[in-house]
């Protein structure tokens, strides 16, 4: 998920609010890491 890295914010918002946002989030940090 390399764009994550190029657009996280957009990619954030995208994905919402609930579980799958928190998978998200946790999947963006993971790859910013």
Excluded: I
């Excluded at 890295?5 to 954030?12: L, M, S, W, Y």
């Amino acid at each position: 998920m390399l764009w994550t890295r190029a657009t996280p914010a957009a990619g954030t918002a995208a994905a919402g609010t609930g579980p799958v946002s928190v998978a998200w989030e946790l999947a963006a940090d993971a790859d910013f890491r």
